[in-house]
């Protein structure tokens, strides 16, 4: 008799494979269970519902764990445009009277964020691809947290030298989340391998957690502001300073248990054992050749440029829209309540980030789905914020005329915002995670973060020298260019199997690159530009490959070994086809 089991519990949760933190079941031999029906009765009442709780909170864990280091960085690097207002009345010499500070010191807070960011996400980049995703996470989680406890230390003699300290720590805590970025996509889109259907969905409900981190550093802003009674003017300065530095210092709970996790419970993934194990013959010959990063660096600009160049483009100007207008967002919230105080300030922010939430699920949960895609959701939320912005522009004298059509204007801010979540700032990470091999995965998601972080550089240069009507120009120009790039360059890879990325790397590490045949190659899978030269070049890519075939067949017949030894000495073993 066949055996049928029916389990009343479920050990794992379909989505806690994303962690790769569990242990393989035992198995059960055909010989032991012959003959054999198990069955396990469904559990009643409070069972039941014990049974289901325990199954939502392994798929909870599953993607919020390993998105605790977006969490931290939202709830540090964003905190910067929440926390100002409160410093600003604090320290009002510094920031309002320009006494003791010029407003280019002040605007170096966020310069020195932004320098940190670009230097890990390149650096780190590399070195994840180099050490692997679990040590490159417990890298930049000790970065982390050493930012994380200077910055709520952070004192001098006079409040110039606070600040200044203040900015020293910003630029060591964004190098550390700079790394966050190239290893959290890495890790969570290799991790979701197993079920490439609802990969996108597992990678962005990860990167849903920055989400959450700015709605909490708002609510423990608030908290605190309203606990020590300085909602409201006239303000404590010491009560002031506890505020800021218990909001850092909270922070530092979810970096450590982030940091505990990885160091004890975060398994390698597996996708990047396996190339790494392909590499093995390097070690092996021990061949002395120039940096292995080098080389795939050349490859990856050789063979992939224009997907970096669509990733490292959409994401600057995503950046450029979304970090300017988080700089101006305090001067919007001015417009519609001039009089606002420190506590209103905050509440528009908290308004505003609660509905730029639902877009981060409305991603999530449409991802996947065949007729939304990647690239598409990417276009639909350009092409939205560009719309958006534009007509704020048009219309800005007559939306700022009266205080109901104001009401008009702050539906268009929040439904951008909106927009923007389900849109260009889900795609942006999900799509940098997905579009390059393994083996350099971490390099094309850093160098694309990278570049994006340099649209937020000019956004901080450009927007503070013009006029309110203007930002919306700026950034609506900002959404189009973004909304042209996707469309030219970034592919749609929604159902391909990251494995056959895999295949095509390995087939250019030997140097057949038109060896490779299989699906990566497909035309639904290229983007227009890759597509036109592949047209292009396909008489000349034919022509090579005969000619390459014949070398080979000549090599092998006059010394059978000499192509295996090449390849060997390349750090690879040979290509065998598709």
């Not at 890298?139 to 947290?145: G, L, Q």
């Not at 490292?312 to 829209?321: R, V």
């Not at 979540?421 to 850093?446: H, I, K, W, Y």
Request: proline share 4%; charged share 15%.
């Amino acid at each position: 008799m066949p055996t049928r089991i029916v389990f009343a519990l479920s050990g794992v949760s379909p989505g806690a494979a994303a962690m790769d933190t569990s242990t393989e079941a035992p198995t059960t031999s055909p010989s032991q269970t012959s003959g054999q029906n198990i069955h396990l009765e469904p559990p009643q009442g409070f069972a039941a519902v014990f049974s289901h709780m325990l199954r939502a909170g392994q798929w909870i864990s599953s993607w919020a764990v390993p998105g605790l280091g977006m969490f931290c960085e939202a709830y540090y690097i964003f905190s910067v445009g929440n926390v100002k207002p409160v410093w600003a009345a604090q320290w009002p010499d510094c920031f309002q009277k320009n006494a003791s500070c010029t407003m280019a010191f002040i605007n170096s807070l966020e310069y020195s964020q932004v320098a940190g960011l670009i230097v890990g996400m390149i650096l780190l980049g590399v070195i994840v691809d180099r050490t692997g995703r679990r040590l490159g996470s417990i890298f930049t989680a000790c970065f982390m947290a050493t930012g994380g406890i200077l910055l709520t230390v952070s004192t001098g003699s006079s409040p110039h030298a606070t600040v200044l300290m203040i900015i020293i720590v910003q630029a060591i805590f964004g190098f550390g989340v700079g790394g966050e970025f190239p290893v959290a996509a890495s890790s969570a889109s290799e991790r979701a391998e197993h079920s490439k259907l609802h990969r996108g969905k597992t990678v962005q409900l990860v990167f849903s957690m920055q989400g959450w981190g700015v709605i909490f550093n708002l609510a423990v802003l608030m908290f605190f502001l309203s606990v020590l009674g300085t909602s409201h003017a006239p303000y404590d300065q010491s009560a002031l300073s506890i505020t800021w530095r218990l909001m850092y210092g909270l922070g530092l709970i979810p970096i450590a248990i982030m940091l505990f996790h990885r160091i004890f419970f975060l398994r390698e993934s597996s996708l990047w054992q396996k190339r790494a194990a392909d590499a093995a013959p390097m070690e092996t010959a021990k061949v002395q050749q120039r940096s292995p990063e080098l080389t795939k660096l050349a490859l990856l600009l050789r063979f992939y440029w224009h997907r970096l160049l669509g990733t490292s483009l959409g994401w600057a100007a995503w950046d450029f829209w979304y970090y300017g207008n988080k700089l101006f967002q305090t001067e919007f919230i001015q417009i519609l309540q001039p009089e606002a105080g420190l506590m209103a300030l905050l509440e528009y922010n908290m308004l505003n980030s609660a509905v730029a939430l639902i877009g981060y699920y409305v991603a999530a949960f449409t991802i996947d789905l065949r007729w939304v895609g990647r690239r598409r959701m990417q276009v639909n939320g350009f092409v939205w914020i560009f719309a958006l912005f534009l007509i704020s522009g048009l219309a800005y004298t007559r939306l700022t005329a009266s205080p109901s059509n104001l009401r008009w204007l702050q539906a268009l801010y929040y439904l951008s915002s909106f927009w923007g979540q389900a849109g260009p700032n889900a795609t942006t990470f999900v799509l940098a995670s997905e579009l390059f091999p393994t083996d350099v995965r971490g390099m094309g998601c850093g160098i694309s973060a990278a570049v994006g972080k340099f649209g937020a550089l000019a956004a901080n240069i450009v927007l503070g020298k013009i006029s309110s009507r203007a930002k919306f120009y700026y950034t609506a120009t900002a959404a189009g260019v973004g909304a042209l790039v996707t469309l030219i360059f970034i592919p749609e890879i929604t159902g391909l199997d990251l494995r056959e990325g895999d295949k095509r790397w390995h087939a250019i590490q030997c140097g057949e690159p038109e060896a490779y045949c299989g699906q990566a190659i497909d035309a639904r899978y290229l983007s227009w530009c890759e597509n036109l030269l592949v047209s292009f070049g396909r008489s000349q890519a034919t022509d090579a490959k005969s000619i390459l075939q014949e070398n080979q067949l000549q090599s092998q017949l006059e010394d059978p070994n000499e192509l295996g030894v090449i390849q060997l000495q390349k750090g690879i073993a040979p290509f065998e086809g598709c």
